[in-house]
Structure formats: structure tokens, C-alpha cells
Nanobody
Framework: EVQLVESGGGLVQAGGSTRLSCAAS????????IGWFRQAPGKEREAVSY????????YYADSVKGRFIISSDNTRVKVYLHMNSLKPEDTAVYYC????????????????WGQGTQVTVSS
């Protein structure tokens, strides 16, 4: 059974930091793209950041570049999103997702995704 289980987030003050974790298990792609997208009420879904496991390439949306850092453990079963200098506009439900390649990932055509975790940034 494939599982992507997110944790972390919660209520954070603007300018603060938090870390999201995603524990991935049960899928058997040799190489894939794993990362985070977010969905805020009334806003379009946004691809936030991902890691391409074939070469470790990291993508960041312009809106989070320089503030968020994505990382993974050596086994690639845990992925983290370190969120710094948070802004109220970062408030959203954050989802961990896996796709076979980055083109599919950026089109939101995920093979698997988690249940999401809420991040609320207060001003």
C-alpha cells in the first residue's frame, strides 16, 4: 500500500519558521519526483518545491525561493520542507506528492499524494 504521510505545520507567526515532513512508503519507482504543493482557499493550487531523485535537482516556486528549503534523507523515504521567513500568503494546506517525472509533477498529475497538513501564518 502506498502511503504519503505529512506532519508538521500548524500556526506560525509571520517571520517565523516551521518544518513539514513527509514519510513515503509502498511505491517502487526507480526514479521519481517528490515534493510539495499547496492549496489555499480561493487560490489556485501551487507547486511549491520538489526533488528529482535521479540527480537531486531541486525546484522552488518563485514565491518561496530563498525562504523554503527541501531536503530528503539518504534513503529518500522522508522528505522535508523547511519553511523560513513565513508570510501570511504562505497560509495553505500543504500536500506531499509523487510523480514519475517533473513534467507530470508540474501539471499536478501525481501518482500519489498525502492527506495534507495545514500551515497558518498569522500577521
Amino acid at each position: 500500500e502506498v502511503q504519503l504521510v505529512e506532519s508538521g505545520g500548524g500556526l506560525v507567526q509571520a517571520g517565523g519558521s516551521t518544518r513539514l515532513s513527509c514519510a513515503a512508503s509502498g511505491f517502487s519507482f526507480d526514479d521519481y519526483v517528490i515534493g510539495w504543493f499547496r492549496q489555499a482557499p480561493g487560490k489556485e493550487r501551487e507547486a511549491v518545491s520538489y526533488i528529482r531523485t535521479s540527480d537531486g535537482f531541486r525546484y522552488y516556486a518563485d514565491s518561496v525561493k530563498g525562504r523554503f528549503i527541501i531536503s530528503s534523507d539518504n534513503t529518500r523515504v522522508k522528505v522535508y520542507l523547511h519553511m523560513n521567513s513565513l508570510k501570511p500568503e504562505d497560509t495553505a494546506v500543504y500536500y506531499c506528492a509523487v510523480a514519475r517525472n517533473e513534467d507530470l509533477w508540474m501539471l499536478y498529475e501525481y501518482d500519489y499524494w498525502g492527506q495534507g497538513t495545514q500551515v497558518t501564518v498569522s500577521s
